[in-house]
């Protein structure tokens, strides 16, 4: 295979294997955000969600168990979160800052004893079953959350738009006014949004412990579940634009190791960058100056 | 009637301050310098069960806990910031510490520095090279071990066992102790066959999971079979090798346990033969020397037991010449004439560099047979 050809199996493979946690994290926060709050706590979500899913994993020998494990601890930190800045007067950026290092600091308190052993692995759904390359083989080694993170990026676009719950969600979200004189119940909902987008945050997490890189420490997000908050705003708000930012970024983030694998050495700090440089430029590039964003939910505390 | 009861703000006051006089000389004479029982402080910068570098001073720590009068103290994950100065002070004054390693390479200045200035009684040992002598203080030192032979070789072994010739080196920066083992990995594997090569990775920081992984995936989807690094944690990329079934090699400490098909041997530290000198001088009331390098030779760094896919011919080439390091400590790993991968001469003819000598220090090359840049 010529190095042209490589670095495309490479980027391919990065998309498909890099971007599950950026998938999940964004659509859980995508979610919270429309209705009205933002959980910078996702973070946390998915550092405690990578430590439950594996420990459960180790514990139980079934990393679907893990999975499940990873959303319950995922959603009681998203619970947490919408229930204090239900309170009057509470904050949600700074409450979010609060619950990230909370659950990163109960992950890496309890995620101790579970460093060296090796927790059994999800499944993965081998595409590549028609080549006779290794690269391609491995690169279509797909993870089957990754299309369960797909799945609800379809169903959460679908839901928005034609169904009552997506309807309440967006009301909630975008004026509280309207929402007040329909008699939504505006707490609730946003305490709803905030847990499941959360637990998602969670089930993201598990992706990192037991699929790939497929293990435990302390230095496994190196904050990806903040950069996954960012892709929201890059994504406009919308399900499947996020999924979209996140191949891209899982893409982006494949680039620097396969370039300098196939002899492109100089200035691979730059090739890390990419991702960043990437989202820097398209904003600059969509976002007229003056304008509140396009999809911008009306209530989030940015905006007010 | 209250006020009985009470006791003055100022007799308060000196009760305070007479007790805590009290406390204090009381700590400071039941803390004899250098008596049998000894209290030793570990300070790691992450969990010491990682797999890699805080794992093999913490092995070192538990080789000290089994002499006789020794107690040792441990702590974990402690930041290199005004942490650990509060994490050194406790230790001294609340469990009675009278050597203290602080193992991470940010803990020396200013923090080591300031306490002990506080603490001239105590004892403390820094993992590194960066004591100088006149510059700082009598009771500070270093220890310091060389590994490069020990990558040497691994390369040797990697060179036997791959098929493809093509071997990877994922390393976090460019910096000289991290090229020098780059470089020595390179130089033993050609050292078996000189048309092999060694694709190094910089992953740009210590500990980056996603990033080492993708890296050991790219390795391997470019034919690389044998895969070693020098990171913080080598955990994910043995994990990574052996589930892309390749071989690597590990670093730091023993790994074979993370890749047990796969694994062929690594270079590890071997810090217990460091603390269990310190420890029996300090007990024997001798001064500590303040300045401690040493590598294969002296004991200071060791190679992984060989896996199972280790042939016969590279077991006995590889013990061979290990041997001879342990020999003769002038055996040179980097030997003139040596060009760097963008042929410069960086060792003229004639000259060779045994494991101490000083040019080593400001290695700013990768020698030739290896693809990658530093900058």
Known sequence: ?304 | MRDQHLVSRRTLLQGMAAGTAVATTGLGTSRPAFAKDLVVGFIYVGPKDDYGYNQAHAEGATIIKKIPGVTVLEEEKVPETLDVQKTMESMIELDGASLIFPTSFGYFDPHMLKVAAKYPDVQFRHCGGLWTEGKHPKNTGSYFGYIGRAQYLSGIVAAHTSKTKKLGFIAAKPIPQVLINVNSFALGAKSVDPTITTQVIFTGDWSLPVKEAEATNSLADQGVDVITCHVDGPKVIMETAERRGIFCTGYHADQSKLAPKGYLTGAEWNWSKVYEAFVTEAQAGKPLPNFVRGGLSDGFVKTSAYGPAVSEEARKQADSVKAEMIKSPDYAVFKGPLKSNIGKEVIPAGKSYPETAIELESTDYLVEGIIGAIG
């Open chain 1, 1 to 304: 295979m010529d190095n042209v050809g490589m670095v495309l199996v490479a980027l391919i493979a990065g998309a498909l294997r890099v971007s599950t946690p950026f998938l999940f994290v964004s659509l859980g926060e995508c979610l919270t955000e429309k209705s009205g709050r933002i959980n910078l706590g996702n973070e946390g979500a998915l550092v405690l969600g990578a430590m439950t899913g594996y420990a459960a994993s180790y514990e139980t020998g079934s990393a679907w168990i893990g999975v499940l494990a990873a959303l319950v601890a995922g959603g009681g930190l998203g619970l947490l979160h919408g229930l204090v800045c239900s309170l009057a007067r509470v904050n949600d950026v700074a409450m979010g800052i609060a619950v990230m290092l909370a659950g990163t600091g109960i992950a890496f308190f309890f995620g101790k004893p579970y460093i060296q052993p090796s927790a059994p692995q999800l499944p993965v759904i081998p595409l590549g079953f028609w080549s006779d390359a290794p690269q391609i083989r491995s690169a279509l080694d797909v993870s089957p959350l990754f299309f369960i993170g797909l799945l609800v990026a379809f169903v959460m676009t679908w839901a928005f738009k034609n169904t009552r719950t997506g309807l309440v969600v967006r009301i909630v979200g975008d004026s509280s006014d309207a929402a007040k004189a329909m008699g939504l119940p505006i707490d609730r909902v946003r305490v709803i949004a905030t847990t499941i987008g959360s637990a998602l945050a969670g089930v993201g997490g598990s992706f990192l412990s037991l699929s790939y890189p497929g293990s435990w420490n302390e230095g496994l997000s190196s904050g990806q579940g903040l950069v996954a908050v960012a892709l929201v705003v890059f994504a406009r708000w919308n399900p499947l634009a996020c999924a979209a930012a996140a191949l891209l970024f899982g893409a982006a983030g494949a680039l620097g190791p396969s370039l300098q694998t196939v002899g492109i050495t100089q200035g691979y700090y730059l090739f890390y960058a990419a991702p960043y440089a990437l989202t820097l430029l398209i904003m600059i590039l969509t976002v007229a100056p003056g304008r509140v964003l396009r999809g911008m939910p009306g209530e989030l505390s940015l905006t007010r």
